[in-house]
């Protein structure tokens, strides 16, 4: 009984427990995947979703949604690259770049909020057509993609500093950024305001602030999502990240995050994030004939939201 | 002048979508003449057609409430439109087997989806994109990933060609399918039991309506829907591939949402949605008309999307 409450309110157990089975699995039948630089190849790729859902994990908690987080991705990646070729490609023009992206994602988290908490628009729609017009705008910034960066920037971000990998760094920062939050009483609002809105209202917090506050985060954490695919691809596409919007949600809620909002931690969508990102990994690895690996993905996913969700639920 | 029934009318989202419509077909004649000729409404009115069928399921399910919303009508028009490609082959003989087989299999799909929602209370958004991902996956073993089938010669007339009137068979079963969601959601019980499990589903527990059979059910129906749209889509397009779609998610969201239906659910109907989907439609051929660039018409579109949530879109206030 002790261990179904402790599964009740920590329901990212099981998630990891999943996390290691799937490391096992992968591990048999891919022996190379315990070699460092197997596992920094394989954190890359899953870099950008882990950020993206440590972002959407604030918007979910808050009682929102953030539909555009693949938008806003493309379009920091195209404004980082154009930026940098615009300077000169110097090392300081990537880290002119590198900033234009960012305040680039942090505008995009800022529109979004002012229209869902300042304008009380409905989070579904509104994110997805301030989607629309990011990805827009991402086309409209660079038409075709291309651009290379300087090989100064892909190099680092395949580099070791301190003989532990860029991208485990970054790995590392993500989560504790995550567990210094879970310490701030903006952790508590937040929640707060998912789990109750009348009654945050009432007692007094800024519901505007706050809710504007999670899409900025979001907004941020898919800079730094987009920042990194640029180290991985060493180039500008308007058309990236459109799937991240839908397995960011899958990845908060695998981290045990109610979708409704007032429950969760951020924490727990990186080993959900993990998790969605080692599914099709042991999928490749299983050696499925090619066409049912995309049905098996979709299987496992469902299911696994599903006993996620039945855990949570209260 | 100041007559309430009058001033209510006129902020009446169908009313609001019916002026745009018109709004917009007047911008469309003064950019290109010929915009709003007889045959090119008859032709923007038939892609609105599909559009509005999908959205017919997607009115239902969002009525039923509970963050109700079906993703999955994507991967169910694909799915819809490649099985009945596959049952007609381009032989008339077909469309009746393609119908069942095309509307059959998205409806027990979508009943799984309801189940999902009601009896594991997965949220539908989750429930229904996870499903998608099924679907595709599905779609890439059945066809191998290689489009096949065709529409019947008779489909295709019926879809393309003018039956009575000038008017394709098409826009008559969207007539037909609008009578009957109209009179189930305003005069039977079910209709009145959707409102009910969309607005409070505890009093309406209480009251005994069997709300988890109703909300399966819906589901099941949003499935249907998605699967006879995707017949009209390979009837319109002659064939299909596996993303066909996925074009028509999020419109059959906006359609309903710009038709006044309240994404919190229980209050709606489906004359407005019908008018949303005739809006969104024009829009669409209007920016496509002003030869605008891919990134200009995307903007476009999403500011226009935030123009009308501005008009009636937005939520309560908390400070009463």
């Not at chain 2, 077909?94 to 069942?100: C, K, M, S, T, V």
Request: aromatic share 8%.
């Amino acid at each position: 009984m002790t261990m179904f409450n402790l599964l009740r309110r920590q329901p990212w157990v099981i998630t990891v427990l999943v996390f290691l089975i799937l490391v096992t699995v992968n591990t048999v039948l891919q022996p190379s995947f315990v070699e460092p630089s197997v596992m920094q190849s394989n954190l890359a790729t899953f870099l950008p979703l882990i950020l993206v859902a440590i972002g959407q994990t604030y918007v979910i908690l808050a009682g929102d949604i953030d539909l555009s987080v693949g938008s806003i991705v493309a379009l920091v990646n195209v404004v980082t690259v154009t930026v940098i070729a615009a300077l000169g490609g110097t090392l300081g023009a990537v880290f002119g770049g590198m900033a234009a992206g960012f305040v680039t994602g942090i505008a995009c988290g800022l529109i979004n909020g002012f229209f869902i908490s300042g304008l009380r628009f409905q989070p579904i729609v509104t994110t997805f057509a301030t989607g629309i017009i990011f990805a827009g705008l991402a086309i409209w910034v660079l038409p075709q993609a291309g651009l290379p960066v300087p090989d100064a920037y892909w190099m680092t971000y395949t580099e070791s500093v301190l003989g532990i990998p860029v991208v485990a760094w970054v790995l590392i920062a993500g989560v504790v950024f995550t567990l210094v939050v879970s310490r701030l009483p903006f952790l508590t609002r937040l929640t707060a305001v998912g789990g109750n809105r009348t009654g945050a209202f009432q007692t007094g917090l800024s519901l505007g602030g706050l809710r504007i506050g999670a899409y900025v985060i979001s907004g941020a954490f898919a800079s730094f999502a987009a920042l990194c695919l640029t180290g991985e691809t060493a180039s500008g596409d308007p058309l990236l990240g459109a799937s991240l919007a839908l397995s960011s949600i899958s990845a908060v809620v695998l981290g045990g995050t109610a979708l409704a909002g007032g429950f969760g931690n951020a924490t727990g969508s990186v080993v959900g994030a993990l998790v969605l990102g080692m599914i099709g990994n042991v999928i490749f690895f299983a050696g499925l004939p090619f066409e049912y690996q995309t049905l098996v993905q979709g299987l496992i996913v469902l299911a696994a939201l599903a006993g996620g969700v039945f855990v949570t639920r209260r | 002048m100041n007559n309430p029934r009058i001033l209510a009318a006129l902020g009446d989202p169908l009313t609001i979508a019916i002026a745009a419509s018109v709004g917009l077909l007047i911008v469309g004649e003064i950019l290109s003449p010929g915009f709003a000729q007889g045959s090119q409404i008859v032709r923007l009115l038939t892609i609105a057609a599909i559009l509005g069928i999908v959205a017919a399921g997607q009115n239902l399910v969002i009525l039923g409430g509970r963050e109700g919303i079906d993703l999955s009508v994507g991967s169910m028009i694909s799915l819809g439109a490649v099985l009945a490609g596959n049952m007609m082959d381009g032989q008339n003989s077909g469309i009746l087997p393609a119908l069942l087989i095309a509307g059959g299999i998205p409806f027990l799909i979508g009943l799984v989806n309801g189940i999902g929602v009601t009896f594991v209370r997965i949220p539908p958004l989750v429930m229904t994109l996870g499903m998608t991902a099924v679907i595709q996956g599905g779609l890439v073993v059945y066809s191998q990933g290689v489009p096949s089938g065709a529409a019947a010669p008779l489909l295709s007339a019926f879809i393309n060609q003018p039956l009575i009137l000038g008017i394709p068979g098409i826009l008559f079963v969207w007539v037909a399918i609008a009578l009957a969601m109209v009179f189930v959601l305003r005069r039977t019980a079910f209709g009145f039991a959707v409102y009910a499990i969309g607005s409070n589903e505890r009093a309406a527990t209480l009251v005994g309506l069997p709300v988890p059979l109703i909300r399966v059910l819906i589901y099941g129906l949003s499935g249907l829907f998605a699967g006879l749209a995707g017949v009209c889509v390979i009837g319109y397009t002659g064939t299909s591939f596996i993303s066909v779609g996925d074009q028509y998610v999020l419109p059959s969201v906006i359609a309903v949402v710009i038709g006044g239906t309240s994404l919190a659910g229980g209050a709606g109907g489906y004359l407005g949605t019908m008018a949303g989907a005739v809006a969104l439609t024009i829009l669409q051929s209007v920016l496509i008309t002003l030869n605008l660039e891919v990134w200009a018409r995307q903007v476009i579109f999403g500011v226009t999307l935030l123009a009308l949530m501005l008009l009636y879109g937005r939520q309560k206030k908390l400070r009463v």
